[in-house]
DNA sequence: CTAGATGCAAATCGTTTGCACCAAT
DNA sequence: ATTGGTGCAAACGATTTGCATCTAG
């Protein structure tokens, strides 16, 4: 984990911006929360805990910052506020899509691809250049979906 | 066209509400601008047209009803504002699925449903039961992308 | 020293709400 | 008359920005 704080830190570095403490506090708390989804506000209250003089400006300004050099990536679930993760970039375009359940707002993360096949059809079809997608998937999960429900 | 109107006033009326003057011009405005994706502003906008009197909160209100009764359809393409298609529910889930324009920011919409073995791979894989589904693709489209220009 | 980084408060922007008035049953 | 519909302005919540200060190279 040590190495990706370095490997941003490099990366901001060759474009003139530092890696001050408190971005590093704004990266870990994206770090140590791979699988949730914060939002800027949620990042700055985990930030506070260590940086107690932390702004929330700040924060903002520092996702953004991460989110132009695509380190983290910001979503929307519907709910008014953006939320950030960790973005892997595995170098063909983000492959996250989301589970997210409309009775209890829980988000799962599909990690896995599924959309190789439509990419190329959209390609062909619409003559149209893939660089990213998002799938939000809206249902209810297994815990609020019992068995012998139905909806 | 008129058609669609009666249907609505329908929906609405056997659920104690009124099809007035301003709802039907914002209505109006939907259905003659299917193919775009109108923010709430810009409704308010092409309603004032034909009724110079009307309020933005009326605007407001009124797609928050028709979003109620699925007759339209509220998405985001990450600009900060909410978008409104008339919505077709075909009965099994929403399927409108929009190729963005990273360059342009033309959006392209896509009708055909191609997510429908995903849908069952989900289902199983994750005990999860789909209700909707939401899918982006960012690119570029053909005007922005020439055929000698690589990105 | 100089430019970027930061905190704070004010500003912004899309959206919502309170309230008084209007319209239709 | 009663209930829902509407305009206006104020309120709101997330995010951004102006500015003075701080800090690292």
């Known amino acids: 984990m040590r190495g990706v704080i370095g490997e941003v830190e490099e990366k901001l570095r060759s474009n003139e911006y530092k890696m001050t403490p408190k971005r590093e506090y704004v ?10 989804h914060l939002s800027a506000e949620e990042v700055y209250n985990l930030v506070k805990i ?42 063909d375009g983000h492959r996250h899509h989301h589970l997210i359940c409309v009775q209890c ?29 998002e799938l939000k998937i809206f249902g209810r999960c297994s815990e609020c979906m019992p068995k012998n429900k139905k909806e």
Do not use: C, Q, W
Not at 58 to 72: K, N
Not at 109 to 114: A, F, H, Q, R
């Open 27 to 36: 990266l870990r708390v994206l770090l140590e929360n791979k699988d949730k």
């Open 50 to 91: 260590k940086a107690p003089d932390v702004g929330l400006a700040t924060v903002y300004r520092t996702l953004e910052l991460f989110s132009s050099f695509d380190i983290i990536h910001s979503m929307d679930f519907g709910d008014g506020r953006k939320r950030y993760e960790f973005g892997v970039d595995n170098g």
């Open 105 to 133: 707002g829980k988000i799962i993360e599909m990690n896995e691809d599924l959309l190789e096949d439509l990419e190329e059809r959209v390609n062909r079809t619409y003559n149209f250049t893939i660089s990213d997608h």
